[in-house]
């Protein structure tokens, strides 16, 4: 509960939540619980006092008219709101009807996804505008079912349910999903363990109701269950005859589904599980082997036990290409195009960490997003105060500067039909340092994002202020990598940062020997997952700053040897190219390096008479406009 109020206290900061007196018939529409316009997944009831939602991650869905939208609450509840397919708020301990839009929104017709978390969980209705109505929305026809215990339902993770791999899986696929779990329980029933082989199929996580399963038909069934029974005593026998038993009960129910088994995370009764799903010789029922999901201690928000945020948005990027063959090809392709950061449609180059399925950040330079949309407009959403550039449909980038919560790219609408958006942020250097957080973007009720085609080669330029731009009119936009990537027609990205050296000097100077491994900037960042992408070609340009922080000539090239050597075994089958500095430096030493390796595919590029410091340059280190220019002149045809 302490945790509960904390986190209460940190949204209620942060969130203004409008509860208002009961508008009066005249003054508004109200919408009834059995409204033919209210979609509601997961599983339901419709009681005397509302409608009423059982076990996790279910939620209703709907169509409005009008400029605003007010939910009828008993009492003290705590659920999230989704409007216009942008992010999940967090409505804590409100009742009576609460306002979803204290600022109303555009005329027009809007969509709404709320989802209970805990309290007074009872729907009551929606109060609209006085004339507005709601409007039925085409929900996907395939839904996933996800059955589990704790760790299905998101225990211990910021949004509970909303942040579990079950829900992100589902958003991602674009299908329905609901999630049949509770906190403790067991497959098996024993003393203080529910067991899942008999409560799946009733009404509720408690009770003895049974379940019309004739309300929907699932396409897929994941089920993750066996972390608690060994807590309980349940022995390896008694354990495979339950899971056999259920997958059959379950077959019983959706004839037509999927239906998955999913290793345990502890690796629990491992061999019982798969001896269930080959007991059944059925090619529809599967095995799921989880090995290598998860690190220990950093996926986890306890250690070993519960998956964190970022533990549940690994789970999601493993398991959903499993069930995506299942729900069929084009709902992949799809993504349900919500503009959200887990978008698949939403592209992302450089390294981006994604560990906040709300907000992906990228602290590198030359990082960008590309995603193709639907409609007139388009805006982003932006959490701090940042600078970046953005470009629609091939245009030149336009600069955003100081921008933050929602950014309109378009105050003048753009012609109906598909579009595509690309935005970069400006990287940090010197005394600036924006919030490069990328948040999503917001389109027209109605419109959609789209997967828009990108090149498959990707760049990778590494080195300091000089790969980063600094100093040139736009940073990382003019500087040679961003140049070099654009005109070669391939995907890049810049793996620098202002002051950074090859070797970590004693001093404190960031040694790009070893964060070239990582995620962000800081040592304490992840490591960077190079399964992620592969880069084609890899540039280095790394000497210019080691002079100052008194690097010897060995030290560098050492350090030289092992960076080139742990870009080699990240991509085996990239050209790397070792570049000569502006101002010579090192330049034996990284010959030597080079050579030490002994591979035809990593070269040395001598850059003799490439720029003139007294014009190319802005202060006789950093080359100006002109001068990275120049450098991609002369750059881009050694890589062709």
């Known amino acids: 509960m302490p945790r509960l109020r904390a986190l209460f206290a940190t949204i209620g900061a942060a969130l203004a939540v409008s509860v208002t007196a009961p508008a009066t018939a005249a003054a508004a529409t ?16 419709t009681e005397s006092a509302g409608a009423v939602p059982h076990w996790a991650g279910a939620y209703v869905s709907t169509g409005f008219t009008g400029t605003t939208v007010k939910v009828k609450a008993r009492n003290a509840v705590n659920f999230y709101a989704s409007i216009d397919n942008g992010p999940d708020v967090f409505y804590a301990a409100v009742k009576g009807v609460v306002s979803l839009t204290p600022t109303a929104l555009p005329a027009g017709t809007h969509s709404l996804r709320l989802s209970y978390r805990s309290g007074d969980t009872i729907f009551q209705g929606l109060v609209l505008d006085s004339g507005a109505k709601t409007v039925t929305t085409a929900l996907p026809s395939k839904l996933v079912e996800f059955v589990g215990d704790s760790i ?114 502890k690796k629990r009764y491992v061999t019982e599980t798969k001896n269930a799903v080959a007991a059944l010789g059925d090619a529809k029922v599967r095995f799921i082997t989880t090995e290598g999901w998860l690190t220990t201690g950093a996926d986890y928000a306890d250690g070993d036990g519960h998956p964190n945020d970022a533990g549940h948005a690994k789970i999601a990027a493993r398991l959903a290409p499993i069930l995506a063959p299942t729900l069929g090809a084009a709902t992949l392709g799809a993504a349900a195009g919500t503009g959200l950061p887990t978008d698949t449609n939403i592209k992302y180059f450089g390294r981006w960490d994604t560990g906040s399925p709300s907000a992906y950040v990228s602290e590198w330079a030359g990082a960008y997003v590309v995603t193709g949309f ?27 500067k100081n921008v933050s919560g929602t950014v309109n790219l378009t105050p003048r609408p753009l012609s109906p039909g598909n579009h595509v958006l690309r935005v970069s942020y400006r990287p940090v250097a010197g005394s600036y340092h924006g919030d490069a957080v990328f948040g999503g973007v917001t389109l027209d009720a109605g419109a959609t994002t789209f997967a828009a085609a990108v090149p498959a080669k990707l760049i990778e330029f590494v080195g300091d202020s000089i790969t980063v731009g600094q100093l040139s009119s736009a940073q990382a936009l003019t500087a040679y990598g961003w140049l070099v990537g654009e005109r070669l027609g391939q995907a890049h990205t810049q793996i620098a940062v202002g002051g950074a050296c090859l070797y970590p000097s004693a001093d404190g100077c960031l040694g790009m020997r070893d964060r070239f491994l990582k995620t962000g900037l800081d040592a304490a960042t992840p490591d960077w997952d190079f399964a992620r992408y592969q880069a084609s070609t890899v540039v280095v340009n790394l000497g210019t700053n080691d002079v100052g922080h008194h690097v010897t000539g060995a030290q560098f090239q050492a350090a030289y040897v092992t960076l080139l050597q742990r870009i080699r075994a990240k991509y085996p089958n990239a050209t790397i190219l070792a ?18 390796l002994g591979d035809a595919r990593i070269r040395f590029v001598n850059t003799e008479g490439w720029i003139t410091e007294a014009t190319d340059t802005v202060d006789n280190v950093h080359p100006n406009d002109a001068g990275h220019r120049k450098i991609a002149d002369r750059l881009a045809p050694l890589i062709g």
Not at 380 to 397: E, P
């Open 579 to 596: 570049m000569e500095t502006f101002r010579k430096r090192f330049v034996t030493e990284t010959q030597n390096a080079v050579a030490a």
């Open 152 to 265: 299905t339902y998101g225990a211990l993770t910021n949004k509970l349910a909303l942040s579990a791999y079950g829900w992100q899986v589902g958003e991602k696929l674009g299908v329905r999903h609901t999630q049949i779990a509770r906190s403790g329980y067991c497959l098996v029933a024993a003393s203080g363990c529910v067991g899942q082989a008999t409560q799946f199929f009733r009404t509720d996580s408690t009770g003895d109701a049974a379940w019309d399963f004739a309300r929907y038909q699932a396409s897929a069934v994941v089920i993750n269950l066996g972390t608690n029974d060994a807590g309980h005593g349940v022995s390896g026998p008694a354990f495979q005859a339950a899971y056999t038993k259920l997958l059959r009960d379950v077959r019983a129910k959706y004839p037509n589904a999927t239906l998955f088994a999913f290793e345990t995370l």
């Open 30 to 45: 109200d919408v009834p619980v059995t409204d033919p316009g209210l979609g509601y997944v997961g599983r339901w009831t």
């Open 374 to 400: 639907t409609g007139t407009t388009v805006k982003l959403k932006q959490r701090g105060t940042v600078d970046l550039f953005a470009s629609i449909d091939g245009g030149a980038f336009t600069a955003y």
